[in-house]
């Protein structure tokens, strides 16, 4: 593979790259504050993610066979886009969203799920604002460092509740797997809470702070993995977090649209 990876080729909305042999990094750059499209979504990230789970797999494989106790390493890091400090993502893009009755069950949700039970431990590197959808992109991933806040205004929010838009299964059942407190879970949903980086980090919504740009959240992002990227080793993690959350897989699979003929042909349209 040769890297750096842009995807989708033709119009490239994600940048992969592999700096060390154990850790992969996912760019979003769809435009400034990487709102989440369909063809950010499947035709950008998920395939950057077969790209990564195929090749270390094989190392797996390698190292399996090799019985090399130091191999079978790694860890994949998602960062909004590098040139800037201000977004890690500004959520959906709401207008194409709206009028998309796949975009949950046939696009967004089985991302979610995918990055739930990943093979390998994942950080969200959250170098700006993380709002909605790209609040539960980073709550799938195993581990969030982000800016501190201290250079520029950073915020953490699920605002849905002041624009109107409900929630879909996939979100509920993501915050009750990876919040616990009952109060929590109805600051950010019910009150759209604007969290600062050290209120989400005292509430245990981030795991680690950094103060400086994003080149600073990257380096912080790229510590975490080296230190985590060996529990990929044994093959089990993405197994364990199948178990971990079984229930919530359960709920993000429940398909709730309405369906007809041109709504499934639409879904199939986007798969193939």
């Known amino acids: 593979m040769s890297y750096p990876l842009s995807l989708p080729a033709n119009a490239p909305l994600v940048t992969l790259t592999h700096p060390k042999p154990s850790i992969w990094i996912i760019e979003l750059h769809n435009g400034q504050d990487s709102r989440l499209t369909v063809d950010l979504v499947d035709h950008g990230v998920k395939p950057a993610l ?6 270390w ?5 390698v190292a399996q066979k090799a ?4 191999g079978g390493k790694g860890a994949l ?3 909004g886009r590098r040139d800037q400090d201000k977004f890690f993502s500004n959520g959906l893009d ?3 969203v709206v009028p998309n009755p796949n975009f949950f069950p046939a696009t967004f949700n089985p991302l979610l799920a995918r990055l739930l039970t990943f093979p390998i431990p994942t950080i969200a590197a959250i170098n700006g604002h993380c709002f909605a959808g790209g609040l539960m992109l980073s709550l799938a991933c195993d581990y969030r460092v982000m800016t501190d806040g201290s250079k520029r205004n950073a915020w953490l929010c699920m605002n849905e509740i002041h624009f109107g838009a409900v929630w879909p ?3 509920a059942a993501i915050l ?5 407190d009952h109060r929590l879970q109805r600051k950010i949903a019910l009150e759209g809470y604007r969290f600062t980086p050290k209120e ?3 509430d245990g919504l981030l795991d680690h702070l950094v103060s400086g740009n994003t080149i600073a959240v990257l380096s912080k992002a790229e510590q975490v993995a080296e230190q985590v990227c060996g529990n990929a080793q044994a093959g089990v993690w993405g197994l364990i977090k199948n178990d971990l959350y079984r229930d919530t897989l359960k709920d993000i699979g429940k398909d709730l649209r309405v369906t007809n003929a041109a709504i499934d042909d639409a879904a199939a349209r986007s798969r193939l």
């Open 94 to 96: 709401f207008a194409s």
């Open 67 to 70: 019985k090399d106790k130091d």
């Open 50 to 55: 077969d790209v990564v789970e195929r090749e």
């Open 77 to 79: 890091i998602i960062v």
């Open 169 to 171: 299964l996939s979100f």
């Open 176 to 180: 009750r797997a990876k919040v616990g």
């Open 57 to 61: 797999r094989n190392q797996w494989r």
């Open 200 to 202: 989400a980090y005292e």
